[in-house]
């Protein structure tokens, strides 16, 4: 099993329609991305940005 930038290479898929994988981790990731922007476009919920990120991880560090 070869690893590509931490992502093991027997998981990836073909996401295009019917042949992609519904159990593998990037189909799940990417369809629950898409579903929080959808929301967000909603204004449904709130995203943070870069800068409440930033600092949400900079105080856990302390």
Known sequence: MK???GINMNTTTCLKGKTAKKNT???TSIKEGLKEVKLHKQG????KTW???YN???????
């Open 3 to 5: 690893k590509i930038g």
């Open 25 to 27: 981790s990037i189909y």
């Open 44 to 47: 449904k919920i709130h995203l």
């Open 51 to 53: 800068d409440e990120l």
């Open 56 to 62: 949400e991880l900079k105080n856990e560090k302390e």
